[in-house]
């Protein structure tokens, strides 16, 4: 089975948050989502299956906090509330969303609730956060 077919096949997971954030999140087709992962993503090295390697990388900011409110702090001192994000999960199945990085802030904690690992490109910073549960966040630029 190629990646495209089992791409979004669990929307599922993330209902809650797509009926929370009320038509302010689109749900990313399979190539809207490769698009974005290559300006993002696909940039980075990776330690294991789903860690990405920061050495190299202009690292903004760390945290071994793991929680809705420390998003939401990495939130505000990294982006406007009106940029875009797309936030990326760490299985392909659940499909990828496009959002303001308000409601990213607003519904952080929904969120870090739908998977254990999950990535916030944040479009016009050109800055990535990674959340890893049980770690905490790396935040840090894209490299070019």
Known sequence: MSAEIGYGAQPD???????????????????????????????????????????????????????????????????RPDELAVVFWGNLAVPSLA???????????????CCSECWVYLVDSGILIEFQDGEGFTAGRVPR
């Open 13 to 79: 997971v993330i209902a809650a948050l797509l009926a929370a954030a009320g038509g302010g999140a689109v749900v990313l087709s399979y190539d809207e989502d490769r698009s974005f992962a290559a300006l993002s993503l696909s940039r980075f090295g990776s330690v294991g299956s789903s860690r990405l390697d920061w050495s190299g990388v202009e690292v903004l900011q760390s945290s071994p906090v793991f929680d809705g409110g420390e998003l939401r702090g990495l939130l505000g001192r990294l982006a």
């Open 99 to 113: 959002l303001e990085v308000g409601l990213v802030a607003t519904h952080a904690d929904m969120i870090l609730e």
